[in-house]
């Protein structure tokens, strides 16, 4: 198994995933929180079926949430050169400047999770199973709001994509 920086391009445009379409009662992820709640200002995306607990983002909280967990996965994977990851072939990279880098990977992700989403849901899901398997290499995984979110992010997206009227066979 293998794990790689997943680019500030791909974490903004998951973070960025319009989901309006998929509302539902049960599991009802990106709903707006009113005025006055707890987590004003932020959307709901289902529960961690780990912890139980509510998971309450937004888009910028988010973002650092994916990308902490796929380092994460490269500090599991690769814990002697994590962090040559954020750094061009040939260029020098150590654990002490790497905090610059990552402060910056998360600005440029922040930038186009800002951008409008015309992604279409196949590619989405494309990215998003892309972006589990880079961050899923470290014991916290399972845990992660990260996991969940973006399993939530999946499962709706297969509904949209997958109609329930199809799947019924008739014996006609």
Not at 5 to 25: D, F, N
Not at 32 to 47: A, D, N, P, Q, V
Not at 157 to 163: A, M, W
Request: hydrophobic letters at 30%.
């Amino acid at each position: 198994m293998s794990a790689f920086l997943v680019s500030p391009k791909q974490i903004g445009m998951i973070a960025r995933h319009k989901q309006e379409s998929m509302y539902s009662t049960r599991s009802n992820p990106r709903r707006e929180l009113r005025e006055g709640h707890e987590h004003y200002g932020k959307l709901i995306f289902g529960s961690n079926s780990y912890t139980g607990k509510g998971m309450y983002y937004n888009e910028e909280e988010l973002v650092e949430l994916l990308i902490k967990e796929n380092i994460a996965s490269l500090q599991a994977r690769y814990p002697d050169m994590w962090f040559t990851f954020f750094f061009p072939p040939g260029e020098e990279g150590s654990e002490e400047n790497i905090k610059d880098r990552i402060r910056s990977h998360i600005v440029e992700a922040k930038a186009y999770a800002k951008l409008p989403d015309l992604t279409k849901p196949i590619d989405m899901l494309g990215y998003i199973k892309c972006y589990q398997y880079q961050s899923c290499k470290h014991e916290g995984w399972f845990k992660s709001d990260a996991h969940w979110i973006t399993n939530h992010y999946i499962q709706n997206i297969y509904n949209e994509l997958v109609p329930c009227e199809t799947w019924e066979v008739s014996n006609g």
